[in-house]
């Protein structure tokens, strides 16, 4: 095969409107699998949901990168690499939220700390770890996983990351006007530390640490499987795949994915709704 890596998002490319995931895009990928492919998840969701999402379609014995590659797992879901934010950027990231009234949540480990509760909370551990149902999710095992994280409230979240120093691997950030390409220029003007990417065209943002993507993860993985890169294809749908995809030998945009995306990519396939990655692999990989 020309190419015998697959890199994968979850959100708008693997997972469909429904957030689940077609029997024919997992037939695709263990027909891949069974030539020889491998195929990861890369995904800003945690280690957890990327997790239960591998189990539920038996694709295991693979690594995963979540969190948009400050966490990297290898093969046996065992950690790799851990990318956390210096101290000092949280405390000025919150000083520039509360000029801006601008909401945040911060990742540690499989949890979120969150200041209070509100829209883009509430659920989150049902959201994170989704009920996969029609995919084959078996609901003893989703309620397995959903147990191993959880929601921690924090007063005063400054004072808290300020004592007792918790390593928060990715920051969350969200606004009711949908202000926040402005607030994404002011953090890349202003705040040094951390990368900013969107995930939903400036609906929210998506904060990891200085340096870290996926695609700079895709590049560890690869290198860790000794597969060149030009034996790597990639596939995602939105502004935090572009790098991924560009990284890739070659860079798949889901047909869903905005246009600027598209732009970036060497090709394009159906949409999520229409087994655009099973299209993908029959089309790029597999023929």
Same mark, same amino acid.
């Given at each position: 095969? #020309?190419?015998?890596?697959? %890199?994968?998002?979850?959100?708008?490319?693997?997972? &469909?409107?429904?957030?689940?995931?077609?029997?024919?895009?997992?037939?695709?990928?263990? @027909? =891949?699998?069974?030539?020889?492919?491998?195929?990861?998840?890369?995904?800003?969701?945690?280690?957890? %949901?990327?997790?239960?999402?591998?189990?539920?379609?038996?694709?295991?014995?693979?690594? $995963?990168?979540?969190?948009?590659? %400050?966490?990297?797992?290898?093969?046996?879901?065992?950690? $790799?690499?851990?990318? +956390?934010? #210096?101290?000092?950027? /949280?405390? #000025?990231?919150?000083?520039?939220?509360?000029?801006?009234?601008?909401?945040?949540?911060?990742?540690?480990?499989?949890?979120?700390?969150?200041?209070?509760?509100?829209?883009? &909370?509430?659920?989150?551990?049902? &959201?994170?770890?989704?009920?996969?149902? %029609?995919? !084959? !999710?078996? +609901? *003893?095992?989703?309620?397995?996983?959903?147990?191993?994280?959880?929601?921690?409230?924090?007063?005063? /979240?400054?004072?808290?990351? *300020?004592?007792?120093?918790?390593?928060?691997? #990715?920051?969350?950030? =969200?606004? @009711?006007?949908?202000?926040? =390409?402005? =607030?994404?220029?002011?953090?890349?003007?202003?705040?040094?530390?951390? @990368?900013?990417?969107?995930?939903?065209?400036?609906?929210?943002? @998506?904060?990891?640490? *200085?340096?870290?993507?996926?695609?700079?993860?895709? /590049?560890?993985?690869?290198?860790?499987?000794?597969?060149?890169?030009?034996?790597?294809?990639?596939?995602?749908?939105?502004?935090?795949?572009?790098?991924?995809?560009? +990284?890739?030998?070659?860079?798949?945009?889901?047909?869903?994915?905005?246009?600027?995306?598209?732009?970036?990519?060497?090709?394009? +396939?159906?949409?999520?709704? &229409?087994?655009?990655?099973?299209?993908? $692999?029959?089309?790029?990989?597999?023929?």
């Amino acid at each position: 095969m #020309k190419y015998s890596l697959l %890199a994968t998002d979850l959100d708008g490319t693997l997972l &469909n409107e429904d957030k689940e995931i077609d029997k024919e895009t997992i037939q695709a990928i263990h @027909e =891949f699998r069974t030539g020889g492919g491998r195929v990861i998840i890369c995904t800003g969701r945690s280690p957890l %949901a990327a997790g239960w999402i591998a189990e539920t379609i038996h694709l295991l014995g693979e690594p $995963i990168i979540a969190y948009n590659g %400050a966490i990297i797992l290898d093969e046996d879901r065992q950690l $790799i690499e851990e990318f +956390t934010f #210096k101290q000092n950027t /949280v405390l #000025k990231f919150l000083e520039l939220c509360r000029e801006g009234g601008i909401y945040a949540h911060f990742y540690e480990g499989d949890n979120i700390l969150i200041p209070e509760e509100n829209q883009w &909370n509430r659920n989150w551990v049902e &959201n994170n770890i989704l009920p996969l149902k %029609a995919t !084959g !999710g078996i +609901t *003893k095992n989703c309620e397995r996983y959903r147990k191993q994280c959880g929601v921690n409230l924090i007063d005063n /979240v400054y004072d808290y990351i *300020k004592i007792y120093l918790p390593a928060i691997t #990715k920051i969350a950030v =969200f606004h @009711e006007n949908n202000t926040l =390409f402005e =607030f994404a220029q002011k953090l890349k003007k202003e705040l040094g530390g951390l @990368e900013v990417s969107s995930s939903f065209n400036y609906q929210n943002l @998506e904060l990891s640490p *200085k340096g870290v993507s996926k695609s700079s993860a895709l /590049v560890k993985v690869a290198d860790k499987l000794k597969i060149p890169l030009s034996e790597v294809a990639a596939i995602g749908d939105n502004f935090n795949d572009i790098l991924m995809l560009k +990284t890739a030998g070659l860079g798949i945009a889901m047909g869903n994915a905005p246009e600027d995306v598209k732009l970036e990519a060497d090709v394009i +396939t159906d949409n999520n709704d &229409n087994l655009g990655v099973a299209k993908a $692999i029959h089309n790029y990989l597999l023929s």
